[in-house]
């Protein structure tokens, strides 16, 4: 069964410094994998996604994603952490089977920027 | 572009009684989904809709849930009865009818089973 893991519940980062979000997979064949925020009372926005090509994927606001077959993970990016980063972000996966907007998201991982 | 409406935003209710939530999606948007995010975990995919047929609905507990798309434009996500563990947030999203195309989401409905 495809699934995404969060390893982290919070990541507490200070504003200006550079913001990793973890995130792996478990996927048979290529994967497709996603990236979405989730602002407190706000449904999830798109931030970026992988589905072939270019390991590093550039997103929103700023954000990227690295692509890495061999640790089989999709971690999340950011060079500088703004105050205004703080939020929920979840990692997905697209299964194999099944239609395509059945995502299987992970826990979520919440991030602090404090200033 | 105007985003996905949601309503209510909160609704409360007593276990066994039933709710219904309202979504309107994008505008020319044909794929419209209604998730399902409790506390702590990661949305859960209940039904997927293409126009106004059902896409996957493998998820969907249809003891108790049932929702309909008949114009194929807004959708109505209905529970009877609740339960304690329906509390959730209902989450509905709409999208391109292309093969992974970004989800764009409403604000969600807050429910609470007492």
């Known amino acids: 069964a495809q699934s995404v893991a969060q390893p982290e519940d919070q990541v507490n980062v200070a504003e200006g410094n550079p913001l990793t979000v973890k995130c792996t997979y478990s996927v048979s064949g290529n994967p497709y994998l996603f990236w979405y925020v989730q602002y407190p009372n706000r449904g999830l926005q798109f931030l970026l996604k992988?589905?072939?090509?270019?390991?590093l994927v550039k997103g929103s606001y700023g954000f990227e994603a690295e692509f890495n077959k061999s640790q089989t993970s999709f971690h999340l990016k950011k060079p500088s952490a703004l105050v205004s980063d703080s939020a929920l972000y979840f990692c997905?996966?697209?299964?194999?089977?099944?239609?395509?907007?059945?995502?299987?998201f992970g826990a979520g991982t919440q991030v602090v920027v404090t200033p | 572009e105007a985003g996905v409406a949601q309503s209510p935003r909160y609704k409360i209710i007593e276990k066994r009684q039933s709710v219904a939530f309202w979504c309107n999606p994008i505008s020319g948007h044909a794929t419209l989904y209604w998730y399902q995010q409790i506390l702590g975990q990661g949305p859960k995919l209940l039904i997927q809709?293409?126009?106004?047929?059902?896409?996957?609905d493998s998820q969907l507990p249809k003891d108790r849930f049932s929702a309909e798309r008949l114009k194929g434009v807004d959708s109505t996500l209905k529970i009877q009865p609740a339960k304690l563990e329906d509390s959730a947030v209902y989450l509905c999203a709409s999208s391109l009818a292309q093969e992974l195309s970004p989800l764009h989401f409403g604000n969600g409905t807050r429910l609470t089973v007492t």
């Open positions: 992988y589905i072939t090509g270019d390991n």
């Open positions: 809709f293409q126009n106004n047929g059902v896409v996957d």
């Open positions: 997905a996966v697209r299964p194999l089977r099944g239609s395509w907007g059945k995502l299987q």
